[in-house]
Structure formats: structure tokens, C-alpha cells
């Protein structure tokens, strides 16, 4: 692929993705498609995987298709090491620990559980998690654009980048009701964005472009808070949503110190998920 080509595809993969999100809520605050209707929690869940529906048209458009396949392809990559299981589950363990140490010290006592703690709710909180945000975001903003942007820009600059652009996604959900977003925080969340996307880069990066491992720790991070929040009840969301902002901050400081800014990893350049790129 040539550098021309590469930036078009990502422009059009960028375009499309924006144009997904901010059509369908656009659909529901104009008041075109009520919210609460079926048809339109059916579009929203379609919509979450927006980022990779983009990320198919940009390659039918820009590549004739070439590499659809490759989309998907880092889901079966399962044999990456027991430490980077740990690594994608870890949100689980520290949100419990942070939280728990959050509570002793201020010395308060827990809000409450905000959601009962019963088999369907577990069990739809779950379905929910796996077919939205980790699922269907993680093929087109990693298997897609971060191999891509890393040429350019090197795994911390395009880690930034895609940080900003996933806040900017998410941004219109601030202004409809019944989304998570709605009344949510906005620094902590676009602070978290960032973070994230550094330390979902250095998991792709490490584990060959696992995007199994990329969507488990997506996964772990969303599920933290309702877990932390909502349903054992220890801090208010709102608070977890700093305490995950602060914890993200150190973790993605550790792991730019540790595994170096250029590739985020301590792997050769030939193991790494970058887009191969003429110089033309």
C-alpha cells in the first residue's frame, strides 16, 4: 500500500465512522426515531459496531475489498501467553482493589448497590457488553486503524490520535437520553479514552494483533464499573469514573517508561502490527 493510500483509506474510515454514530443519534434527539423503541435499540446496537462497519466500506472503496478478512482475523489469535490473560482481565481485579482501598480511606459508607446482583441481570449486562463497544469497535479501531496510524505516527502518537478521535466518536451520546453517556462525567471519560487506547495498543501490539485480548480488556473495563458502581454498590459512578481515570493514567505511564514510546513494546519492528507502507 502506498502512503497516499493509506492516508485516503484512514480519511474515509474516519468519515464513515462519524457519520454512523452521529446519523443514529441524530435519528433519536431529532426525535425521527423514538428512543425507546425497539427499531431504535436494534439500530444502536448495530451502530456500536459502526467502527468496523466503516472500516469494511473504507476497504470496499479504497482497496477493492482487499483485506476485509484481516479484519477479523486477530480474534483467533488465543495463544498469547497466560501474562497477557492477566493483563486483559486485570481491570476486574483492580477496579475491586482500588475501590475497595478508595472506601477504607475515606472512611464512608458504600452507597449501595445500584443494580440487583441476580442471574438475568448478570446475564444481560453481559449479552449487552459482547455485542456493543468491545466487540464491535475493536476490528475496526485495531485491526484497522491502529496498524495503519502506527506507520506514520508510531504506537504512543497514533495511540493519542485514536484516543482523541474515539472521545469525538462518543461524543453525541452526551446529548441523548437513555444512552450510558448521558449526564456521565465528560473529563474523566475522555481522559480514560486516551489512557485506554495506549494500553489496548500495547496488548495488540505484543500478543501479534490479538484483537481477542484487545476486546477482553475492553470488556474488563466496561464491565468494571458496572460491576464496582452498579451492582456491588462501593462507590458512586461517578467517583469510579475518576479512580479509573487516575488508574489508567499510572498504568499507561508505566507502560510508556517500560516498553518505550515507539512501539510499545520491547518485541523487533518485523513482530509488530504495522501497516506495511511504500515510501511512494
Not at 21 to 36: A, H
Not at 109 to 135: F, R, W, Y
Not at 162 to 186: C, K, N, R
Amino acid at each position: 500500500m502506498t502512503r497516499k493510500r493509506s492516508i485516503l483509506s484512514l480519511s474515509v474510515y474516519f468519515v464513515l465512522s462519524f457519520i454512523i454514530m452521529y446519523g443514529l443519534v441524530g435519528l433519536g434527539k431529532l426525535g425521527i426515531m423514538p428512543t425507546d423503541s425497539p427499531l431504535f435499540m436494534l439500530l444502536f446496537i448495530v451502530g456500536s459496531w459502526g467502527p468496523t462497519i466503516a472500516a469494511i466500506l473504507a476497504l470496499l472503496i479504497t482497496e477493492k475489498g482487499k483485506g476485509i478478512g484481516n479484519l477479523f482475523r486477530g480474534w483467533g489469535r488465543w495463544k498469547v501467553g497466560i501474562g497477557w490473560y492477566g493483563a486483559a482481565l486485570s481491570p476486574f481485579a483492580v477496579a475491586l482493589l482500588v475501590a475497595f482501598i478508595y472506601l477504607v480511606i475515606m472512611g464512608r459508607p458504600a452507597p449501595g448497590p445500584q443494580t440487583e446482583i441476580t442471574v438475568p441481570v448478570i446475564a444481560m449486562s453481559l449479552m449487552m457488553a459482547l455485542l456493543t463497544g468491545a466487540t464491535g469497535e475493536e476490528p475496526g479501531w485495531r485491526a484497522f486503524a491502529t496498524p495503519r496510524l502506527q506507520h506514520h505516527l508510531g504506537a504512543l502518537g497514533a495511540s493519542v490520535i485514536l484516543g482523541i478521535i474515539w472521545i469525538l466518536w462518543h461524543l453525541p451520546l452526551w446529548f441523548l437520553e437513555d444512552t450510558p453517556q448521558y449526564g456521565m462525567p465528560f473529563v474523566p471519560f475522555a481522559v480514560s479514552c486516551v489512557t485506554e487506547t495506549i494500553l489496548l495498543t500495547w496488548i495488540f501490539n505484543n500478543t501479534r494483533g490479538s484483537l481477542a485480548m484487545a476486546s477482553l480488556f475492553h470488556l474488563s473495563i466496561n464491565i468494571s464499573g458496572t460491576l464496582v458502581a452498579g451492582m456491588l454498590g462501593w462507590v458512586a459512578f461517578d467517583q469510579y469514573l475518576w479512580i479509573q481515570a487516575v488508574v489508567l493514567i499510572v498504568f499507561a505511564v508505566l507502560v510508556i517508561c517500560f516498553f518505550g514510546d515507539a512501539k510499545l513494546s520491547r518485541k523487533p519492528a518485523s513482530e509488530m502490527p504495522f501497516e506495511k507502507i511504500d515510501a511512494h
